[in-house]
């Protein structure tokens, strides 16, 4: 059974940074691509960043020169390096793993930034 389990989210003050990990558990064929959203209270799910096999990344532009996504194939995680956190970034964020045929979600982990 494949699990995510997110963790690394918290309180802090504009400008400050956050390192969220994803550990993956569980046999995942023909995985394509790794990712992270977000949701914000009262607003759609965002797509913040992803990772693809070959090492490709992308990034929602409001994000993008601050966040960084990164993945540790020995310790089958993926993470996503928060700098210059802004209120705004303020959301649950989930972490995702795509195949051909399935996405899987983490319960995701809580980010607050304050002002």
């Known amino acids: 059974q494949v699990q995510l389990v997110e963790s690394g989210g918290g309180l802090v003050q504009a400008g400050e940074s956050l390192r969220l990990s994803c550990a993956v558990s569980g046999r995942i064929f023909a995985f394509k691509t790794m990712g992270w959203y977000r949701q914000a209270p009262g607003k759609q799910c965002e797509l913040v960043a992803t990772l693809t096999t070959s090492g490709s990344t992308d990034y929602a532009d409001s994000v993008k020169g601050r966040f960084t996504i990164d993945r540790d194939n020995a310790k089958n995680t993926v993470y996503l390096q928060m700098n210059s956190l802004k209120p705004e970034d303020t959301a649950v964020y989930y972490c995702?793993?795509?195949?051909?045929?399935?996405?899987?979600w983490g319960q995701g982990t809580q980010v607050t930034v304050s002002s």
């Open positions: 995702t793993i795509a195949t051909i045929a399935y996405t899987y």
